[in-house]
């Protein structure tokens, strides 16, 4: 099946990979569900991002999200760039490997990039009210970045100008096991106004995946670790004031599943973490930052049916152990000036949900609930005693979907959602690269009721119209706040709402002529505020998005103009930003039947703009070209 560009926006469940047909490297789209796995609250909004441009190589996940008109970066630069989704940032976002929950406690937001994109397949990005049926952390959606999944052996190299990115992949799989390995390194980028970005960094990683049938039931495992080393964390303040790096990283994400058709599902996960964080104030003092932790859980679920509906019943189990964060301070001559435990911190959240769905002539309803339950935990240093904070959340969801005709579906989703305090929120009280940060122990949690209603249109048999309208009522909003130029905390904010729009429209050619041809114009609204007029930070700009493809015998070429508005109305810790224009664009040709050749720009326009409202951006890296050769062998 050849791809459209336009499948991805508009085809709710897409798995996507890569094939070889006619000697043409084409992608192919196809319709899998778990149907046990699958709830059709959340789902129905999910779109598999395999991205448009599978030739362009991108360092970090946030690019690849930025493609989405709901999507953005967010934060400081660098491999471990941060995003938002609708205005929701930090630990709003629910950042997922293979169903692992990936929570870094980074004040900046959890960021997956210690995964290569050699090892990924696609992107599952889940916006909407109805990600609240994931628990705490999904309030303004979900990302699952799934890793490859194949059965032929395959080598890749990837080059880049500017930052002298160089990236090697393999692939060797049959069809029980599946192993992988990549290496990536980056040097230090140049804005386009010449100014040293401090983007740095060598980064080694594996995948071992296993499947097998025993007994009637399916059985698979996987492994993912990763080594990463001199990580740069590029700012406005490098490198004058301050040089931030991360000088190792080390992640494992292991897992292991059971299913028995449509009738159980049972999981377990880990996710062990240890890196460190150095941050040197240029003429004042060098802070190192110590941290490691354990994610574990599990999962399952049973299918059910009740008042003649389909759904599911089930218990989520998150646990994070041995959360410990420790913070050194030297003097410019080496000498020590503290070296302190300030977090030692544990949480155990437990989750019982259920959803049902009903099929009724042309609609389909589905109503969903989570109940939570939280304990978390700080061990005070120095002392004996503990301070815990016990929680609980109870949640609901509903959907309806009408086919007004064949050509026009509408549906509407409404939601609770809730967001528990992280652990360094509530507990963590040291030094960041952006300075001193105080938690705040007295934190209760953001609660959320909202809403959204979409068009998807066939407007005529080659044009396509997906529209979307979301509204969100905010109550308890924690907001980072600075006390002074150097000190930061958190606080309750009484009530906010965020709201806004998004629009796709897709035109896919028919004719002999026209056919290679697809193109598709996307863009986005939203704004955010408190009851009493303050902007929330984090909001998305305005921006318009023009991609267009074209899929010949002989070669693929693809171009994407993206124009974000200025920025003018800001949150706490931003700034004001101008518009800019950005153009990327690729060219990908087959050589044979198992080699294929890429070439692109990013960039192209040199344009020369912070990469994000935050008051501590740097500027966004200048023009690049690259290419990319992938191999597939025997």
């Known amino acids: 099946m050849r791809f459209l560009s336009s499948a991805l926006l508009f085809t709710p469940f897409l798995i996507v990979s890569a094939v070889h047909a006619d000697d043409v490297e084409t992608i192919e789209v196809r319709a899998e569900r778990n149907r046990l796995l699958a709830s059709e609250l959340a789902d129905n909004n999910t779109k598999a991002l395999a991205v448009f441009d599978t030739a362009t190589v991108k360092s970090t996940w946030a690019e690849w999200l930025a493609v989405d008109p709901s999507a953005h970066l967010n934060g400081q630069g660098g491999l471990l760039q941060s995003y938002s989704v609708r205005g929701f940032s930090r630990a709003r976002i629910r950042t997922e490997v293979d169903g692992v929950p990936i929570i870094t406690d980074r004040r900046a937001g959890n960021s997956a990039s210690f995964i290569s994109p050699v090892l990924i397949e696609h992107i599952d990005l889940q916006k909407g009210p109805s990600s609240t049926f994931y628990g705490s952390d999904a309030m303004g959606g979900v990302i699952n970045l799934v890793s490859t999944q194949f059965e032929t052996n395959q080598i890749s190299a990837s080059w880049q100008s500017n930052d002298q990115y160089k990236e090697l992949g393999l692939l060797l799989g049959n069809e029980t096991i599946q192993t992988g390995f990549s290496y990536r390194h980056a040097n230090d980028a140049e804005a386009a106004n010449n100014t040293a970005l401090n983007t740095d960094f ?77 941050t040197l104030r240029v003429g004042s003092r060098q802070n190192t930052t110590n941290y490691q932790s354990h994610t574990l859980g599990g999962l399952a679920l049973m299918s059910t049916q009740w008042l003649a509906g389909e759904g599911r019943i089930g218990v989520d189990w998150l646990s994070r152990k041995g959360v410990d964060i420790r913070d050194t301070e030297k003097s410019l001559t080496g000498e020590v000036n503290y070296h302190k435990k300030v977090v030692d911190a544990a949480q155990d959240n437990y989750a019982l949900f ?18 939570d339950v939280i304990e978390q935990r700080q061990h005070i240093i120095e002392a004996v005693t503990e301070s815990k904070v016990d929680d609980h959340q109870l949640n609901g969801s509903f959907a309806i979907e009408h086919n ?11 939601g609770t959602g809730f967001r528990f305090p992280t652990l360094s929120e509530l507990y963590f009280e040291g030094e960041t690269p952006r300075g001193t940060t105080i938690g705040n122990a007295n934190l209760v949690p953001e609660q959320s009721q909202g809403s959204q209603l979409r068009w998807l249109a066939q407007l005529a048999p080659n044009w396509q119209m997906n529209a979307e309208a979301y509204y969100y009522n905010l109550d308890n909003y924690i907001e980072r706040y600075d006390i002074n130029d150097d000190v930061r905390s958190y606080r309750n904010l009484d ?61 693929t070429w693809t171009n994407q103009l993206t124009w974000q508005l200025s ?68």
Not at 593 to 606: A, E, F, I, M, R
């Open 202 to 278: 060598e980064q080694f990683g594996g995948l071992v995946k296993w499947s097998s049938i025993m007994n009637g039931v399916n059985v698979n495992a996987s492994w993912l670790p990763s080594l990463a080393k001199n990580i740069g964390k590029s700012s406005s303040q490098y490198p004058a004031e301050r040089i931030v790096d991360y000088p190792e990283e080390l992640h494992s994400v292991s897992q292991v599943a059971l299913q028995k058709d449509n009738d159980w599902y049972l999981k377990l996960f880990h996710h062990y973490q240890n890196w460190d964080t150095d």
């Open 354 to 371: 259920s959803d049902l769905h009903w099929q009724i002539d042309t609609m389909k309803v589905s109503i969903g609930a989570r109940f």
């Open 404 to 414: 007004l005709s064949a050509d026009h579906q509408l549906r509407f989703e409404w």
């Open 495 to 555: 009530s906010a709402r965020i709201y806004g729009a998004e629009l796709s429209v897709a035109w896919q050619g028919t004719s002999v002529k026209f056919k290679p041809w697809s193109t598709v114009l996307s863009g986005q609204y939203q704004k955010g505020e408190t009851d009493e007029g303050q902007i929330l930070a984090d909001l998305l700009p305005a921006k318009v998005t023009w991609h267009t493809d074209w899929r010949g015998d002989s070669f």
């Open 567 to 634: 920025q003018t109305s800001i949150g706490s810790g931003e700034v004001r930003r101008d518009n800019n224009f950005v153009w990327n664009m690729s060219l990908e040709k087959p050589l044979s039947s198992d080699v294929t050749l890429s070439v692109y720009g990013k960039n192209l326009t040199d344009s020369d703009h912070f990469t994000t409202a935050d008051e501590d951006a740097p500027y966004t890296v200048g023009r690049s070209f690259g290419a990319k050769l992938t191999m597939s062998f025997d």
